[in-house]
């Protein structure tokens, strides 16, 4: 096993002074030491680990990390700021900076040195030796843990909290714990660490399970019946929910686990005192949560939270998009845009004909189509409220389709199954009631509301803000379809398979439930625009390679397929390493192709497939050409930014220079 940490990875007086700046310095490091292979692609994973929550922990100590696969080995690289560099903490900047790589497939022992480390920063002695070491020698081995800290034996929190916890003959007050967050490297162990030793101190016995990266031990069965309360320290779904059932709970986000454990452990008691047992897990049995009501995700803020649920049903609707279309566009290949009207293949099927195969590739893609709106509706209310909300969904999604209301009143209706689920989950209940709540009252009286409201409230003003659509989609021509198919072009390369592309794919694809020719043209422009991205990226690294490295000029090829396929993803990696000219670029040209097809009235009934459905495309050649315009304008915006900049990389292959100055200079 390679050493986590040597003396070069150690930076004792680290000038930057942002905390990308930081974490740019010591991927350098990494880079150096033939540990991270790609600078940009690893620095776009960092980022996008920060986007998820802030990694500044209160003490001074910044950990950004990552699991990437541009990592070869586990690594940690360490940098001792003195000015102090804002990670987001509640306290202020921190001094002590911990870059962490794993690999994206790294073995459990690696990630359990990982975690070892993130316990060792609760205690104050190794975080002072590590203020005061000035050897980076002497400090790799101290982080490596064969240096130990000055007293460091007597002095850890567990050790302190162990000497300070009251002696008492009556059994201790029993917490069981789950701590995870989202790459499952640090704050998970270090939350763990933080609320084992507040429960020493407290006299309080906490057991907690990590569900991290290093593995995942459930708690013994007994010892989560003997626990008095529980506490979930967390920023992804706890595993297994339903093992906590009857229990008080504490359900807040990873970092509190952290910063305030004997809050958490006051809260707990506190609760158990009250009686507060109705306080069940909200997963696989979906009844309320405690009292608080808020898990590190449901405290976000509402625009969040909101976004994250429409997601949710867009996620699951789409794989019936993709079957259900393609199988539609397949069938229209064999037997033409008639085949729709083709009687029931149950009664009239004959083997030897194609016309029967391509009918019953429509009936069977038609099917998957109608089950759209009700799957979005109910996987919007499961992400609300879990598995008791998905019945009074898809019975929501299933009435808007009864009453026209379509894709709106499919979203609609999911928000409303949700809301009035969570609602019912807050009502206490006798304890003989629980058993049967998720599974009969909820969805029963969730059902009933939500078919009221659906039926005789807002289906019928819903279907009528739908039937105008309808309309204005009829009706679309001249200056209006461009200018809406310039919007959607934006929206689809703005974040590349983010909430605005698929709002956009969403709305196209909800067109084609009731289609019309305006929006067989709003799918067409949103399909088209979606592959200038990746086709962009593909043809700019072919046309000026010394404008990438040579891991984006790897990319570029599969960009090609991508592009072609319709999965605009394929322009991710080149967003992340440079956005500031990427993203524009590409947003251009997805902005002339959205027009360009409004503009040539190109329709598609297919809601995917990329180039390999233009031969059921309105207009193919004239799409094609809409596609090529988009594509030249990105790639010639994006080449020409590049080259702007006042420092070209060359790649090292190129030019002799060593693989790390490359990536460097391809920053500048």
Same mark, same amino acid.
């Given at each position: 096993m390679s050493e986590l940490i040597t003396a070069e990875l150690v930076d004792l007086d680290l000038s930057a002074t942002t905390k990308d700046a930081a974490a740019r310095s010591l991927a350098e490091r990494m880079v150096g030491a033939q540990r991270v292979t790609d600078l940009d692609g690893f620095l776009a994973d960092v980022a996008a680990r920060e986007a998820q929550m802030p990694t500044g922990l209160d003490g001074g100590i910044g950990i950004p990390h990552c699991r990437s696969e541009h990592v070869s080995a586990p690594t940690l690289a360490f940098g001792r700021s003195a000015r102090g560099i804002d990670f987001g903490a509640a306290d202020g900047p921190a001094d002590l900076i911990f870059l962490i790589a794993a690999p994206a497939g790294a073995?459990?022992?690696h990630l359990t040195i990982l975690s070892g480390l993130a316990r060792r920063l609760m205690d104050p002695e190794f975080t002072a030796a590590l203020r005061a070491g000035d050897d980076p020698a =002497? &400090?790799?081995?101290?982080? @490596?843990?064969?240096? %130990?800290?000055p007293e460091a034996e007597a002095t850890t929190p567990i050790a302190a909290a162990e000497e300070a916890a009251p002696a008492e003959d009556d059994a201790p007050f029993r917490i069981v714990a789950v701590t995870s967050c989202p790459t499952g490297i640090a704050h998970t162990y270090m939350a763990a660490e933080s609320l084992t030793a507040a429960g020493l101190a407290e006299g309080v016995e906490v057991t907690v399970e990590t569900q991290g990266s290093a593995g995942f031990s459930k708690l013994d069965p007994a010892v989560i019946a003997a626990a008095d309360a529980v506490i979930w320290a967390h920023d992804v779904e706890v595993r297994e929910k339903t093992r906590f059932r009857g229990k008080p709970l504490v359900d807040v986000g990873v970092k509190a686990g952290i910063n305030r454990p004997a809050e958490l452990i006051a809260e707990a008691r506190r609760k158990a005192e009250r009686g507060e047992i109705a306080a069940v897990p909200r997963g696989g049995d979906g009844t309320a949560d405690g009292a608080d009501g808020r898990s590190g995700a449901d405290s976000a803020h509402?625009? *969040?939270?909101?976004?994250?649920?429409?997601? /949710?049903? +867009? /996620?699951?609707? &789409? %794989?019936?998009?993709?079957?259900?279309?393609? #199988?539609?566009?397949? /069938?229209?290949?064999?037997?033409?845009?008639?085949?729709?009207?083709?009687?029931? +293949?149950?009664?009239?099927? *004959?083997?030897?004909?194609a016309d029967s195969w391509a009918a019953l590739l429509n009936q069977i893609g038609s099917?998957?189509?109608?089950?759209?709106?009700?799957?979005?509706?109910?996987?919007?209310?499961?992400?609300? =409220?879990?598995?008791? $909300? #998905? +019945?009074?969904?898809?019975?929501?999604?299933?009435? =808007?389709?009864?009453?026209? =209301?379509?894709?709106?009143?499919? #979203? &609609?209706?999911?928000?409303?199954?949700?809301? *009035? +689920?969570? $609602?019912?989950? @807050? *009502? %206490?209940?006798?304890?003989?009631?629980?058993?049967?709540?998720?599974?009969? &009252?909820?969805? #029963?009286i969730a059902s009933a509301v939500v078919g009221f409201l659906m039926f005789i409230v807002v289906g019928k003003p819903i279907a009528a803000l739908q039937s105008a659509l309808t309309d204005w989609l009829k009706g679309l021509s001249g200056s209006n379809a461009v200018i809406l198919g310039v919007v959607l072009g934006l929206m689809m390369c703005f974040d590349m398979g983010g909430p605005l592309n698929k709002v956009a794919y969403a709305f196209a694809v909800g067109g084609l439930t009731d289609p019309t020719d305006g929006s067989l043209k709003v799918m067409a422009a949103v399909m088209a625009a979606g592959m200038v991205p990746p086709l962009a990226m593909a043809l700019a690294t072919t046309v000026r390679k010394k404008l990438f490295t040579k891991t984006e000029r790897e990319n570029g090829r599969a960009a090609w397929v991508l592009g072609a396929s319709f999965i605009t993803e394929g322009a991710i990696p080149f967003a992340a390493a440079d956005p500031l000219r990427v993203i524009p670029s590409v947003m251009a040209g997805g902005a002339v192709t959205g027009a360009l097809s409004m503009a040539f009235g190109c329709t598609l009934r297919a809601p995917h497939g990329g180039i390999f459905v233009v031969p059921l495309i309105g207009e193919p050649f004239l799409y094609l050409l809409a596609i090529a315009a988009g594509t030249l304008v990105a790639t010639a915006l994006v080449v020409l930014l590049k080259g702007a900049r006042r420092t070209v990389p060359v790649p090292a292959d190129e030019a002799g220079a060593t693989a790390a100055d490359a990536r460097v200079g391809a920053t500048a």
């Open positions: 073995d459990d022992d =002497a &400090v790799a081995a101290l982080i @490596r843990g064969e240096e %130990p800290a509402f625009g *969040v939270r909101l976004r994250t649920y429409l997601m /949710s049903g +867009v /996620s699951y609707m &789409v %794989p019936f998009v993709a079957a259900g279309g393609l #199988l539609i566009a397949l /069938s229209f290949a064999i037997g033409g845009y008639e085949i729709a009207d083709a009687k029931s +293949v149950a009664d009239h099927f *004959v083997w030897g004909q099917a998957a189509f109608g089950f759209l709106v009700p799957v979005l509706a109910g996987y919007i209310a499961y992400g609300m =409220a879990d598995r008791p $909300a #998905l +019945v009074p969904g898809f019975v929501g999604g299933a009435i =808007a389709l009864t009453v026209d =209301a379509g894709f709106l009143g499919g #979203l &609609v209706a999911g928000l409303l199954a949700g809301a *009035v +689920v969570m $609602a019912i989950q @807050r *009502v %206490p209940v006798h304890a003989t009631l629980r058993g049967i709540m998720p599974v009969l &009252v909820i969805p #029963l």
